[in-house]
């Protein structure tokens, strides 16, 4: 049910209006919050109170009254005050805590009915059903899938919770020890750059409020509630992907995958096949951090021999060097286009036969 937080700052709030001390306890005489030390143990009084046919009662200077939640007592209220007014303010605090009750097992619903989505735990039409109970309407909506590094704490949900409290149309939820999930709304996001700059306000919020790093990946935009669950497959696709061959992003789109996703649907035997035809028996081991900066650089620079040695401050005739040691050693020039584009698909295609053997 509701948070004892949650309850004991309502009552704390209704004690500050209306000056008359408040508590709250489980039908089976367990405290849950108050704003004053009650006398005794009220337990064997609470429970008899529950189990009787009495809304409510005077008993001992207090008043008592039953929360009843969908037609169940879930809690017993007293208020500490014999006062005609201690009356009128019980009422007012059980319609408080009922209504409190019944929008969290709204919320506790909905939470339920989207985490079945995800894992496509429903028959369309029971889904449709549920939703119209729930007032879950058809919209445009994106999933973005939260990947935390290390140990999920419930400081990491409340971040990103709170992040998106305001925001009635969109959810929060998780469904595994290492992600959270968020469905968001996005009929007011038209532009796919909006999409990036929420996952990159993510990225920095659970940064500085929850201290913990994490990788962000989104699916595309869907409209139906059944495709919520292609969204979601397509967010955790981006960040196995990314965590293959975009290593260095800390949020990627399954949009912009580009011939990443190729490769990583690729089976081994072609792979294997393709990495013999590029470098024959053996990949040469030359790779040491040198080479490996120098190769990047020059991609970056799309094969600026001029603007690579600059950036690396070495001289022109220094990186032509390294350059022509390499397609010595590996038989590919990656001063030429075509045996550039060859050498970088055969890097992302070993990264993926390498990480597939990590997981076997």
Known sequence: ????????????????????????????????????????????????????????????????????VEGEVEYILLTKSSAEDAYMVGRLAVCQIRNL????????DRNNFMQNILLGNMLVVDMYNKAQKLHIEQAERVVFVIEIDGKKDAAAMETVKNLFVTKTRDYVTEVDEQSIVLIKDTRDMKEDEELQTLARMIVDNMHTEAMVKVRVGYGNRVHNLQDIAKSYQEAKMALEVGRI????????????????????????????????????????????????????????????????????????????????????????????????????????????????????
């Open 1 to 68: 049910m509701i948070s004892n937080h949650k309850i004991q700052t309502a009552l704390d709030e209704i004690k500050e209006i209306s000056k008359i001390d408040l508590a709250l306890y489980s039908e089976k005489g367990k405290q849950v919050a108050a704003t004053f030390e009650p006398e005794g143990d009220m337990e064997e009084a609470v429970t008899s109170f529950a189990a009787s046919m009495a809304e409510s009662q005077m008993l001992s200077g207090c008043h008592f009254f039953k929360v009843m």
């Open 245 to 360: 061959f975009y290593a260095e992003r800390e949020t990627i789109a399954y949009s912009l995958l580009g011939i990443g996703r190729l490769i990583y649907q690729l089976p081994m035997s072609l792979c294997e096949m393709f990495i013999h035809e590029v470098f024959g028996d053996e990949v040469p081991d030359i790779f040491n951090e040198e080479i490996n900066t120098t190769i990047q650089k020059f991609f970056e620079n799309n094969l600026n021999i001029s603007e690579t040695a600059r950036q690396l401050y070495v001289h022109r005739n220094t990186l032509v060097y390294r350059l022509e040691r390499l397609e010595k050693a590996i038989g590919l020039d990656i001063r030429k286009f075509d045996d550039a584009m060859t050498f970088k698909i055969a890097m992302m295609v070993i990264a993926h036969m390498n990480q597939q053997k990590v997981e076997e």
């Open 101 to 108: 009750a019944a929008a969290y097992m709204e919320q506790f």
